[in-house]
């Protein structure tokens, strides 16, 4: 059975940083594309970041581009997201999410592994 645990989700005041992992068991995560997707309150899911199997390609929604870095330690079996400059709407769940397949789009429906997801609340 696949599992994802997200960690690093915190609260911290705006313009700070967090860092959140996600990390796999029981499959082998490095052949699959990842990705973030966050849910804030009375919101629908949202598409965050994506990357491939490698790494060598990454995707990021218009509201996080040069904010928010994601990647990958495929030696173990974890995927990061970056969080920097962070501002009050960036506040929600944020569930790491993964793929059977080696690339992925933004939808959810891309997306076959769900964790439990992680709190991230900015304070303004």
């Known amino acids: 059975q696949v599992q994802l645990v997200e960690s690093g989700g915190g609260l911290v005041q705006a313009g700070g940083s967090l860092r959140l992992s996600c990390t796999t068991s029981g499959r082998t995560a490095s052949s699959y594309a990842m990705a973030w997707f966050r849910q804030a309150p009375g919101k629908d899911r949202e598409f965050v970041a994506a990357i491939s199997w490698s790494g060598a390609t990454t995707r990021y929604a218009d509201s996080v581009k040069g904010r928010f870095t994601i990647s990958r330690d495929n030696a173990k079996n974890t995927v990061y997201l970056q969080m920097s400059s962070l501002k009050y709407e960036d506040t929600a769940v944020y569930y790491c999410?993964?793929?059977?397949?080696?690339?992925?789009?933004?939808?959810?429906?891309?997306?076959?592994?769900w964790g439990q997801g992680t709190q991230v609340t900015v304070s303004s």
């Open positions: 999410a993964g793929s059977r397949f080696r690339y992925s789009g933004s939808d959810s429906t891309d997306f076959h592994y």
